[in-house]
């Protein structure tokens, strides 16, 4: 099966209805796309990968991606993109190890678009006009978003032989256009 965006939404629409996990699986899936774009690879695919990677975290948050694999290839999806999934977990909870761009990206985007979303929400204009600057004054904060592992993220954007701030400047234009449906629009459109 070629995995598309409209699929993985199906896939998960029974497994991850909190609302701060859909959003966070957008927020990751549209990071995706840009990471694929700036590789030049296909962006919808990355983009599905990005929205589905979290499918068994709302059912089993202290035996995530313990209970994706076999859900996954049951539905039907390849063993290459559960695989790419599984590489998110690495060095935390498997030992996948991501290999491909799209798997370093996955396991460089996932932390790092919770301190983008965070940064974001407090700013009057959100996301619309956030420069990687401001983004980078936070991420060197640990005490802002401090949930979000910046270790991992260092350690994805260094597999990608890439600087944090060019993966977090990709993100962060990547989730631009999106800003409406990932409530990144700001605090003056409350």
Same mark, same amino acid.
């Given at each position: !099966? ?21 959003? +966070? ?9 840009? !990471? ?30 313990? +209970? ?9 999806v390849s063993e290459a993109d559960v695989r790419a999934i599984l590489s998110h977990g690495y060095g935390i909870i498997n030992d996948v190890e991501p290999v491909s761009n799209m ?32 983004? !980078? ?9 401090a949930k979000c592992d910046r270790e991992i993220i260092k350690k994805g954007c260094e597999m990608l032989g890439m600087e944090v701030k060019e993966v977090a400047a990709i993100c962060?234009?990547? !989730? ?15």
């Amino acid at each position: !099966m070629n995995l598309t965006v409209e699929i993985a939404k199906e896939i998960n629409k029974d497994h991850v209805t909190d609302e701060a996990l859909i959003i +966070h699986s957008l927020n990751v899936s549209y990071a995706m796309k840009a !990471m694929a774009k700036h590789f030049g690879e296909d962006e919808e695919h990355w983009e599905a990968i990005g929205y589905l990677h979290d499918f068994d975290y709302q059912e089993y948050p202290e035996e995530h991606l313990q +209970h994706t694999e076999k859900e996954l290839l049951e539905a039907g999806v390849s063993e290459a993109d559960v695989r790419a999934i599984l590489s998110h977990g690495y060095g935390i909870i498997n030992d996948v190890e991501p290999v491909s761009n799209m798997e370093k990206s996955l396991f460089a985007v996932d932390e790092l678009t919770g301190i983008i979303q965070a940064c974001a929400r407090m700013r009057p204009n959100g996301i619309t006009d956030l420069e990687v600057s401001s983004f !980078m004054k936070k991420f060197k904060d640990k005490r802002f978003a401090a949930k979000c592992d910046r270790e991992i993220i260092k350690k994805g954007c260094e597999m990608l032989g890439m600087e944090v701030k060019e993966v977090a400047a990709i993100c962060i234009e990547g !989730m631009k256009p999106y800003a409406a449906e990932i409530g990144l629009l700001g605090t003056a459109a409350c």
